[in-house]
């Protein structure tokens, strides 16, 4: 019952739009007072969820996402993918989900993703004759792949508190997030095959070659990041240190980087950075909440008591999290939820890695959805649009998302293959 009413006010505030860090720290503060327990035992709980060597990337592949937003990288890839893929019939969509693709080897958040891509796909898009609604789902979908694709800043969080490897939840995570952009790219084809006045003009003579040159340094990141964490050269912390310099020289290099920028950058990335670490305070001490009344315990009873088959549970557990993810931020959901739903998987046989994955990404899909779909408003937000609209927009692509979902549900090795081929 304590458990029961301390949950019911959290979803209370949060539909007062408190912040979501306050959200959960008042109510177990509260729960932690009535019960007599020391407000020094509550600060200790939440600050041991914060001190996590692993967790030491997470502000760092914020800083290279940053970066790259504000020093032209995305507008280079959105160049090349332009002269690549625009001639084709709906040539303009492939270039959204490419640019993403391209993206997403930085930036690992879908916040950040949709913000930036969202001022330059959708004014694109809609001038080239493509329906505002179309383009709007579109952006907002394919920002899901960057936080599934590596480097993946839910994939950090999940793996410090799953305590699995970061580098087998990276490698995992590359064949979901190219199925992902495959599912859309499949809708963009079927979408305009009858289109034919959506081809884009024949690249002039030239064009390609300074397209490429233009792209070759942006492209560069991935190369540095994964290959050095799979290889083994640098561990996951490392490689955003190594990846976050790499990306500052770009910037230097285009000359795009200035003091005004740099006061830009450093304020973004420290405020987002804090508003994640306040999260995962607070979530651990709703854990600790949850543990002392036993509510993961009565979660395995009862789902154990559903179902003994590995399968079902993801598919039933994957339904969950997707309404978990309509009206919690995803990284305050990782954090309440894993402990909870992930000791009952493994006891049915599933993969931590594979479970991770698909945690992640039913949780992506969750921000597509109203009523909080977070990446709704930021791209209402960002392109003026009202959010009913953004999301009439988005509800056809839900349709390729969600047949991924379950197809890395139902055959678990396209997940687990790169990891194990790596040796993970």
Not at 165 to 170: K, V
Not at 230 to 238: A, D, M, R, V, W
Not at 308 to 319: M, R, Y
Not at 324 to 333: D, K, N, R, S
């Amino acid at each position: 019952m304590e458990a029961l009413l301390v949950i019911t006010g959290i979803l209370a505030l949060l539909l007062l739009r408190v912040p979501i860090a306050f959200a959960i720290l008042g109510p177990c503060l509260a729960y932690m007072l009535i019960g007599g327990q020391s407000t020094g035992l509550s600060l200790r709980t939440a600050a041991m969820e914060a001190n996590s060597f692993p967790l030491l990337a997470v502000p760092l592949f914020i800083l290279l996402g940053v970066v790259a937003n504000h020093t032209g990288i995305a507008d280079r890839l959105f160049g090349f993918a332009r002269v690549l893929l625009g001639r084709t019939r709906g040539g303009l969509g492939y270039v959204n989900i490419g640019v993403s693709v391209g993206f997403s080897w930085i930036s690992g958040a879908a916040l950040a993703d949709v913000a930036g891509m969202g001022k330059m796909m959708v004014p694109a898009m809609t001038k080239a004759g493509y329906p505002r609604r179309f383009s709007l789902g579109l952006t907002a979908s394919t920002s899901l792949i960057s936080p599934i694709m590596p480097p993946s800043i839910p994939a950090i969080i999940y793996a410090s508190v799953a305590a699995v490897s970061t580098a087998a939840l990276f490698a995992a995570a590359v064949v979901p997030a190219l199925l992902t952009a495959g599912g859309l790219s499949l809708l963009v084809f079927l979408w305009a095959r009858n289109k034919p006045h959506l081809a884009g003009e024949k690249a002039e003579k030239g064009e390609l070659g300074r397209a490429t040159l233009r792209a070759l340094g942006p492209l560069g990141a991935p190369v540095i990041l994964l290959g050095g964490i799979l290889s083994g050269l640098f561990t996951p912390t490392e490689a955003a240190s190594v990846g976050a310099a790499y990306v500052l020289v770009l910037a230097l290099c285009y000359r795009k980087l200035n003091g005004r920028a740099l006061w830009t950058i450093a304020v973004e990335t420290v405020t987002t950075a804090a508003s994640i670490t306040v999260i995962l305070a607070a979530s651990g001490l709703l854990g600790w909440v949850l543990a002392r009344e036993q509510v993961p315990q009565q979660v395995a009873s009862f789902l154990l008591g559903v179902t003994d088959n590995a399968t079902v549970l993801l598919i039933l557990v994957a339904l969950v999290l997707i309404l978990i993810g309509t009206v919690l931020e995803p990284i305050a959901a990782l954090v309440i939820t894993v402990p909870v739903l992930l000791p009952v998987a493994v006891q049915l046989g599933a993969d931590p890695v594979h479970f991770g994955v698909i945690t992640i990404i039913c949780l992506m899909i969750g921000l597509l959805t109203p009523p909080i779909g977070g990446v709704l408003f930021v791209l209402g937000s960002a392109t003026r649009t009202p959010m009913h609209e953004v999301f009439r927009g988005t509800a056809p692509f839900l349709v390729p998302l969600v047949a991924v979902l379950l197809l890395l549900i139902l055959f678990p090795d396209l997940v687990l293959f790169l990891p194990g081929l790596l040796n993970l």
